[in-house]
């Protein structure tokens, strides 16, 4: 079926490093749109970065991500971690099929960024 | 800009009542809208997506009968949760769509406790 795997459930760097957070997916579809959303505690979700164009570099606020149809991943990356990057992020697929919109979201990646 | 208000913020109940929340979209026409939990410790689990003018279609493991939803507009939605035991803790988010592919705006959340 359908899925969204993200690896790490936590992930914790040093501020200053670079930020990888990995996410691969799964669909019979071949237009599927990605999205990242991060999560602070107490706030709601918001959208970071979304994208359906294959091969196509999304920024937003630092970070970038780039859809691969090919290996069917989403990767999230920002250069330089900040104190404020702590928070879960989420990758997500959203699909519009015959038989009905589809959303699944990975199990989420605590980032920790410490100084 | 699109928002999306979600009330109650927090709700605590005795174990076999029920619990009722509602998502208001502002700035945007919400044809769609998912509603989702967060368990603790798990990710978020879709329950049902609405789509005005179409069935709602509620996820495995989740019923009409245990979450009834209500979607009689493009700027409104409702979810209950009937005979709230302890597996019904969590997290509730409502997810507003505006027609065609896209991202989700997300409600702040009804957190759910029950005693």
């Known amino acids: 079926g359908d899925s969204v795997t993200q690896t790490e459930g936590l992930v914790t760097l040093t501020e200053g490093l670079p930020v990888m957070l990995n996410c691969t997916y799964q669909t019979i579809y071949s237009n599927p749109f990605l999205f990242w959303y991060v999560h602070y505690l107490n706030e709601s979700p918001r959208l970071l970065l979304k994208?359906?164009?294959?091969?196509k570099r999304t920024e937003h606020q630092g970070f970038h991500a780039t859809l691969h149809k090919s290996s069917s991943s989403f990767h999230l990356q920002k250069s330089s971690a900040q104190l404020s990057d702590s928070a879960l992020y989420y990758c997500?697929?959203?699909?519009?099929?015959?038989?009905?919109?589809?959303?699944?979201f990975g199990t989420g990646t605590l980032l920790s960024v410490k100084p | 800009g699109a928002l999306v208000y979600q009330y109650p913020r927090r709700t605590i109940c005795k174990s076999g009542t029920s619990m009722r929340m509602e998502c208001q979209a502002v700035g945007f026409q919400a044809t769609s809208v998912a509603w989702y939990r967060q368990s603790p410790q798990k990710t978020f689990e879709l329950i049902a997506l609405s789509t005005v003018n179409s069935a709602i279609k509620y996820e495995q493991n989740f019923t009409q009968e245990k979450f009834p939803i209500s979607h009689p507009n493009l700027s409104f939605s409702s979810m209950t949760v009937l005979n709230a035991y302890l597996e019904d803790r969590g997290l509730y988010l409502c997810g507003a769509r505006a027609t065609g592919p896209g991202q989700l705006y997300f409600g702040e959340g009804s957190k759910l406790t029950v005693l």
């Open positions: 997500a697929l959203i699909f519009y099929g015959g038989s009905g919109n589809k959303l699944i």
């Open positions: 994208s359906s164009t294959d091969n």
